[in-house]
């Protein structure tokens, strides 16, 4: 059983930038893929970013391309998202996952999940 626990997050004005930090509990961290998840209040759960266990492939979706970065460092079994440029609409709950695949993460089909974090982006 791996948990993941995330840091970062709170509260920015719109143009500020953020950094959320999910670390693992395993050192099998390694072995899976891990994303980045955003809800916001009546809307769906959206896929932000994803990473392949190498850290060689990325995956954005169109709302945060050009603006959020993910990044992982299996070293410290830990990925990241780097924010900057936030808009309001940014403003969710951003869980990080891990999956056995990118083409896991993208069907839903995770393992484990963070336990969220708040992130709230003032006009």
């Known amino acids: 059983q791996m948990h993941l626990v995330q840091s970062g997050g709170g509260l920015v004005q719109a143009g500020g930038s953020l950094r959320l930090s999910c670390a693992a509990s395993e050192r099998t961290f390694g072995s899976y893929a891990m994303a980045w998840f955003r809800q916001a209040p009546g809307k769906e759960r959206e896929l932000v970013a994803a990473?392949?266990?190498?850290?060689?492939?990325?995956y954005y979706a169109d709302s945060v391309k050009g603006r959020f970065t993910i990044a992982r460092d299996n070293a410290k079994n830990t990925v990241y998202l780097q924010m900057n440029s936030l808009k309001p609409e940014d403003t969710a709950v951003y869980h990080c996952?891990?999956?056995?695949?990118?083409?896991?993460?993208?069907?839903?089909?995770?393992?484990?999940w963070g336990q969220g974090t708040q992130v709230t982006v003032s006009s």
């Open positions: 990473i392949t266990r190498n850290g060689v492939g990325t």
């Open positions: 996952a891990a999956a056995q695949t990118i083409a896991a993460l993208t069907t839903g089909r995770i393992d484990y």
